[in-house]
């Protein structure tokens, strides 16, 4: 599996290679807007906007041993790549080849890759290549929720509302009001969504960059067939992934995309 930091502010959308993902990792960050870690283990042509790292970003990465592609990263993202000799490629120092700009986009929301760019440049620099990861695959069971609701934002004069609706066996996305499509004109529907509480707080000094508790563990909801239940998330370790379990066991989903959402308080996600 490779990875990407790709954009999820206004100017980001519609995005590229979203809907092919894997598995996608939407992540809080300054200002209430959210950015997407999207993990792909299939061809995908183009990939983007490409944008900068986060620390937590790096440490799902370092979970499943996987290259990941960012353009720049926040201080402390750079200081765990140098600490941990995370296997990334950065647009500005290490891989910029394995990028390119879509002279029709404006900068930074322009920024593009693919996944053979990134198998390409992952080879050269010695990366190892992780096998994709494993999910228990299930028929969904559970209480009815079809309609769910998540605010990114803690500042209430800038909302920054996700929902879904459950609609043919997806989760049919919509962001500030409007439905979420890719640049290919497809609704994103992943057939799996996620909810991870993670402790949140400022970083020291810093007046808007996030810091996240991911080597931890905590509440998560899981929807998947049109119904919902509670769980767990653990990640033990830097090395370890983030595992999901629904009491003892790993928690099982259906066939398709698994999109996870880390939210600060589990109990702002609405559903019915």
């Not at 993202?77 to 000799?85: D, F, G, Q, S």
Request: aromatic share 12%; proline share 5%; hydrophobic share 35%.
């Amino acid at each position: 599996m490779v990875m990407v930091s790709v954009g999820n502010n206004e100017g980001a959308r519609p995005q590229s290679g979203i809907n092919e993902a894997t598995i996608v990792f939407e992540i809080p960050t300054e200002g209430g807007i959210s950015r997407l870690f999207l993990g792909f283990t299939r061809r995908v042509d183009r990939i983007g906007p490409v944008r900068s790292a986060r620390k937590a970003m790096v440490e799902i990465a370092l979970g499943y041993a996987a290259p990941f592609g960012h353009c720049g990263a926040s201080n402390d993202a750079y200081a765990l790549i140098r600490e941990a000799r995370a296997p990334s490629l950065d647009d500005i120092k290490t891989a910029g080849g394995c990028f390119w700009r879509d002279k029709a986009g404006e900068p930074p929301d322009n920024l593009y890759t693919s996944t053979e760019n990134l198998l390409k440049f992952a080879g050269a620099k010695g990366y190892r290549l992780p096998a994709p990861p494993e999910f228990r695959r299930e028929e969904s069971q559970g209480k009815k929720a079809t309609y769910i609701e998540y605010d990114f934002s803690w500042l209430s004069r800038y909302p920054n509302v996700v929902s879904y609706v459950f609609e043919g066996g997806e989760y049919k996305r919509s962001q500030a009001g409007k439905g979420h499509f890719d640049s290919a004109g497809v609704r994103v529907g992943p057939e799996n969504l996620v909810f991870m509480e993670v402790h949140t707080d400022f970083v020291k000094g810093e007046a808007i960059e996030l810091r996240l508790q991911l080597c931890s563990e905590g509440k998560a909801l899981f929807f998947s067939g049109g119904k919902v239940r509670e769980g767990t998330w653990r990640k033990k370790s830097l090395g370890s992934p983030v595992e999901f379990f629904i009491g003892q066991e790993q928690a099982s989903f259906e066939q398709g995309q698994i999109w996870v959402h880390v939210v600060r308080d589990i109990s702002l996600v609405k559903y019915r």
